[in-house]
């Protein structure tokens, strides 16, 4: 059981290029969320998905955008990488719906990205 | 808004000592509570989860309890092991099952052998 898997692990890019963050589980878990984190600033929400087929912004949307490609995988997008998104992405899911709402939320292990 | 506060930033400490983590949030509508360990270059895993209509839960040596009324948590480690050093964050849940987790900043425990 490899619960929720990120990949890559580490990425640099250089300014304007743009890449994708991809996250699967295979806990059959309805809601996945991307954050990021950063030094002093803790885990801030940047999208998530409550159930496939809907997305919803987070605190710090921009910049990126997603995609629930089916109920197992949330993928993250940079258009135009910039400088202010070198940080640590993980992407996590939860059981959510009517019976899976007080679970804990399990994580990946992250994407370390840099942009220069 | 929520805003999640971890106090204090950072903790040594010896060996065997008991010790308490302190988390308070500013809304007190919320669903679960949920204390996290995180490893350098790791992700997060979940330690503690108190719903709302609870006071306390206890996993081995760690004990976390949840006041609502005050915004208050705090996560009790009995006789600390080296082992045990890691950032521990706590997350606190909305009004809702499925609205976001909103995370504090954590705190970086050292336990000295």
């Known amino acids: 059981n490899a619960g929720v898997t990120q990949t890559p692990k580490f990425q640099v890019l250089k300014t304007g290029q743009s890449m994708t963050l991809q996250c699967a589980q295979d806990?059959?878990?309805?809601?996945m969320y991307w954050y990021r984190q950063d030094p002093g600033m803790g885990l801030r929400l940047i999208y998530y998905s409550a159930s496939e087929g809907t997305t919803d912004k987070g605190e710090v949307p921009n910049g990126y955008n997603v995609s629930r490609l089916n109920k197992r995988e949330f993928s993250l997008r940079l258009e135009s990488a910039a400088p202010s998104q070198t940080s640590v992405y993980f992407c996590a899911s939860i059981p959510g719906g009517a019976r899976g709402q007080n679970s804990p939320l399990h994580f990946g292990n992250g994407t370390r990205l840099t942009v220069t | 808004k929520q805003e999640v506060t971890q106090i204090p930033a950072a903790l040594s400490v010896p060996e065997g000592e008991n010790l308490v983590l302190n988390c308070s949030f500013t809304?007190?509508?919320?669903?679960?509570l949920q204390w996290f360990r995180q490893d350098p270059g790791k992700g997060l895993t979940s330690l503690l989860l108190?719903?709302?209509?609870?006071r306390e839960q206890t996993s081995g040596r760690l004990n976390a309890s949840l006041d609502k009324s005050s915004g208050r948590s705090t996560l009790y480690i009995a006789a600390s092991q080296p082992g045990d050093s890691a950032t521990y964050l706590c997350?606190?849940?909305?009004?809702?099952?499925?609205?976001?987790?909103?995370f504090g900043k954590g705190t970086r425990l050292s336990v000295i052998a």
């Open positions: 806990m059959n878990h309805n809601s």
């Open positions: 997350a606190v849940g909305g009004n809702s099952g499925n609205t976001p987790l909103v």
């Open positions: 108190i719903q709302s209509s609870q």
């Open positions: 809304d007190s509508a919320i669903y679960n």
